[in-house]
């Protein structure tokens, strides 16, 4: 088992900028690829980013490349989601995810582990 928490939503203008963080404990070893996804009003959640444990190779959405930085700290088992030039439709529920597979995924499906989320709301 993995447990995550997120942190770092909030309430921020357009243009601005959110970080986010995802705590691990657990079977931390397992978390071979960390992601974050979004899941507005709604809609279906949806892939965000992500990156692996290994060689820290990342994975983007079009939506957010160029504006949102995944990264992730092992020896701190925490994974962060730096989002810049933010928008308004960037509102919705932030989650992280552990996939515990070392093949990239996108889809909500292939992760085994989740956080409870955390709000990020862009006011234009």
């Known amino acids: 088992q993995v447990q995550l928490v997120e942190s770092g939503g909030g309430l921020v203008q357009a243009g601005g900028s959110l970080r986010l963080s995802c705590a691990a404990s657990g079977r931390t070893f397992s978390s071979n690829i960390m992601g974050w996804f979004r899941q507005a009003p709604g809609k279906e959640r949806e892939f965000v980013a992500a990156?692996?444990?290994?060689?820290?190779?990342?994975y983007y959405a079009d939506s957010v490349k160029g504006r949102f930085t995944i990264s992730r700290d092992n020896a701190k088992n925490t994974m962060y989601l730096q989002m810049n030039s933010l928008k308004p439709e960037d509102t919705a529920v932030y989650y992280c995810?552990?996939?515990?597979?070392?093949?990239?995924?996108?889809?909500?499906?292939?992760?085994?582990?989740w956080g409870q989320g955390t709000q990020v709301t862009v006011s234009s």
């Open positions: 995810a552990v996939r515990p597979y070392y093949t990239y995924s996108s889809y909500p499906r292939d992760y085994d582990y």
């Open positions: 990156i692996a444990r290994i060689a820290g190779y990342t």
